[in-house]
C-alpha cells in the first residue's frame, strides 16, 4: 500500500535530475493519508508529519537512490519512536501488594484486560495476584470479573454494589496484606462518556491505593476520539502505562498513536481477543507496519501468484468491481486457492506483520487441518446461505455444525473470519484490487 504508492511517486519523478522538495512533500501526503486511514487523530498526524519532514528533507532521503523506500524508513522509525521503543512489561517494584488500577471507558476491556493481566502474572511472573471490583453501578460486572478472575486462575475479592469503591479498595488492600499477595488489581468503573463523578470517583481511589501502576484502558477501535479520551484520563491521573484492546479487529490502531503522544505514557500491552490469554507485550515496531498498512495483502499475492488459480482470482476481482460482493463462495474458493499453493508454511514470510505475530505460534499442519474443516463448513452450508451468510442464524447454524461434524462455536468463528475478509475486500474495491491483478496476470 504505501511503500507502492511512494514508489510510483518516485517513478513518476523520473526524468527529473533530482529529488526536490516538493516531491517530499508529495510522499508526505501520501503518508498523510496512510495514517488518517489508519484513523490517528488529526493534530498528531499534523505534529508527526511536521518532525518526519524535517528528518526527510536531509540528505537521508534527498540524496537516496530509492527516496520512497528512504521515507518510508524513516516514517516506520518515527513511528516506533513515537509509540516508544523496545518493551514496556509492568512494573511491580513496590511494597507488596504491588497495586495496578485500571481506568477507562466503560466497554474498553477493563475487566477482560484486569484478568489477562493476572494470567500474565501468575504465568510469566510467578505472583499471588488478587482481583478487585470497584465497579459498583452494575452488579453484573462484579460478577463478570470474578467470573474471568477464577478463569485466570487469581483469587477474587467480593464487593458489591452497596459499598463505596473507596471501602472497598481499603478492605481488598487490607485483605492483601494480610494473606501475602503480591499483586493487586482493581477494576472500575467506566462511562459511555467522561465524566467528572467518574474522575473524582477514580482520582480518590488512586489516592487510597497509591497505585504502582494506572493503566489506561483504550479500545483500538475508537479511533479519533480516543484522543479526547485520554487527553481526559490523563489530567486526572497520573498514568503510567496503557493497554491497548481490540487489536484483533480490524482497525489499523492509529489509536496507538494517538494516545501515546497525548498521554506520555508508554503502551504496555495490546489485547487480541476476547479470550483470557489474549494479552501481548506490546511491539511498537511491529505495530507501525500495521497502521502504515504495510506487509500487506498485496505483497502476499505477489509472492504467491504463480500458485494462484488466475481465472478464479480474475472472476472475483470483476465480482467486487461490479459490486456483487464477496460472498461464501469465494471465500471458499481462497480457501481453496490457499490449499493448491503447496501449503501455507511458504506463505508465511509475506504475510502481514501483525498476522505473522499470531500465525507464528501456529502448527502447519493444524493450520491446514482447520482449512480442511473451514470447507467442510462452507460445504454444509445451502448455495443460498452461501450467497447470503446474513441468512445464517441460530438454527441453520446449529443444522451446518452438524452437518460438518463441528461445534457450532466453530460456524461462528468461520462467519467471522469471512466477515473479516469481507471487509477487507471492501477496502481493496477502490482500485487496490485491480492493481493486484494485473500484478498478477504480468
Ligand atoms: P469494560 O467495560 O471496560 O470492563 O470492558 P469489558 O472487559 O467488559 O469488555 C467489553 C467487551 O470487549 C467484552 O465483550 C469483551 O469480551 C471485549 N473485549 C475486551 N478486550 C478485547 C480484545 O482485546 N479483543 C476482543 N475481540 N474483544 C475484547
Ligand atoms: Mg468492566
Known amino acids: 500500500a504505501l511503500t507502492e504508492k511512494l514508489t510510483r511517486l518516485v517513478k513518476e519523478m523520473r526524468g527529473q535530475a533530482r529529488i526536490t522538495e516538493a516531491n517530499v512533500q508529495d510522499m508526505l501526503r501520501e503518508v498523510r493519508m496512510a495514517l488518517l486511514e489508519a484513523d490517528v487523530a488529526l493534530p498528531v498526524v499534523r505534529d508527526f508529519i511536521a518532525r518526519v519532514k524535517e528528518k526527510a528533507l536531509g540528505q537521508e532521503v534527498l540524496g537516496s537512490l530509492k527516496p520512497g523506500q528512504a521515507l518510508v524508513g524513516i516514517v516506520n522509525k518515527e513511528l516506533a519512536a513515537t509509540m516508544g521503543k523496545g518493551v514496556a512489561d509492568i512494573n511491580l517494584a513496590a511494597q507488596p501488594p504491588a497495586v495496578i488500577l485500571m481506568a477507562g471507558l466503560q466497554g474498553a476491556g477493563k475487566t477482560t484486560t484486569t484478568a489477562k493481566l493476572a494470567k500474565h502474572l501468575i504465568e510469566k511472573r510467578r505472583k499471588k495476584v488478587l482481583t478487585v471490583s470497584g465497579d459498583v453501578y452494575r452488579p453484573a460486572a ?154 500487506d495483502i498485496v505483497a502476499l499475492v505477489e509472492q504467491v501468484s504463480a500458485g494462484v488459480d488466475m481465472e478464479a482470482a480474475q472472476k472475483l476481482a470483476a465480482k467486487v468491481k461490479s459490486g456483487d460482493g464477496f460472498d461464501l463462495n469465494d471465500f471458499l474458493g481462497q480457501l481453496q486457492q490457499m490449499k493448491q499453493m503447496g501449503g501455507l508454511s511458504s506463505l508465511m514470510d509475506k504475510l502481514p506483520t501483525e498476522l505473522t505475530a499470531k500465525a507464528g505460534q501456529v502448527d502447519m499442519d493444524r493450520a491446514e487441518r482447520d482449512i480442511r474443516r473451514k470447507e467442510g463448513i462452507i460445504c454444509s452450508m445451502t448455495p443460498q446461505e452461501r450467497r447470503k451468510p446474513e441468512l445464517i442464524k441460530a438454527t441453520r447454524k446449529k443444522r451446518i455444525a452438524a452437518g460438518a461434524g463441528v461445534q457450532v462455536q466453530e460456524v461462528n468463528r468461520l462467519l467471522k473470519e469471512f466477515e473479516q475478509m469481507q471487509g477487507m475486500m471492501k477496502k481493496m474495491k477502490g482500485g487496490g484490487l485491480m492493481k493486484l491483478m494485473k500484478r498478477m496476470g504480468g
Do not use: C
Not at 478463569?151 to 452497596?162: C, L, Y
Not at 493487586?184 to 467522561?194: E, P, S, Y
Open 142 to 295: 462484579i460478577e463478570q470479573l470474578k467470573t474471568v478472575t477464577h478463569q485466570a486462575g487469581a483469587e477474587w475479592f467480593p464487593s458489591s454494589p452497596d459499598q463505596k469503591p473507596r471501602d472497598i479498595a481499603t478492605a481488598a488492600l487490607d485483605y492483601a496484606r494480610k494473606h501475602y499477595f503480591d499483586v493487586l488489581l482493581v477494576d472500575t468503573a467506566g462511562r459511555l462518556a467522561i465524566d467528572e463523578v467518574l474522575m473524582q470517583e477514580i482520582q480518590d481511589l488512586h489516592a487510597v491505593l497509591k497505585p504502582v501502576e494506572t493503566l489506561f484502558v483504550v479500545d483500538a477501535m475508537q479511533g479519533q476520539d480516543a484522543v479526547n479520551t485520554a487527553r481526559a484520563f490523563k489530567e486526572a491521573l497520573p498514568l503510567t502505562g496503557i493497554v491497548l484492546t481490540k487489536l484483533d479487529g480490524d482497525s489499523r490502531g492509529g489509536a496507538a498513536l494517538s494516545v501515546r503522544q497525548v498521554t506520555g505514557a508508554p503502551i504496555k500491552f495490546a489485547g487480541i481477543s476476547e479470550k483470557i490469554d489474549g494479552l501481548e507485550v506490546f511491539d511498537a515496531e511491529r505495530h507501525a507496519g500495521r497502521i502504515l498498512g504495510m506487509g
